[in-house]
């Protein structure tokens, strides 16, 4: 049963990831023009996280 199960969330996991990707080939003229940086700095704001990967290091960020 567990192997059922994994085996579901493995293909699972691919299709949507396969959706994800064609979606971005068709869109490919607004894809090109997402600035990776920008998207990186809205990550860093979104929300707190207790361990802080940017900058080149990895430090923990305590919870507000």
């Not at 567990?2 to 869109?27: G, Q």
């Not at 090109?32 to 990967?53: G, H, L, Q, T």
Request: proline fraction near 5%; glycine fraction near 2%.
């Amino acid at each position: 049963m567990f192997d059922l199960l994994l085996n579901r969330l493995r293909s699972t996991i691919a299709d949507e990831f396969l959706v994800d990707c064609m979606i971005l080939h068709i869109e490919r003229e607004f894809a090109n023009s997402i600035d990776n940086e920008e998207i990186i700095e809205e990550f860093k704001i979104s929300k707190p996280r207790r361990i802080c990967i940017f900058e080149g290091k990895a430090h923990y960020v305590p919870p507000d």
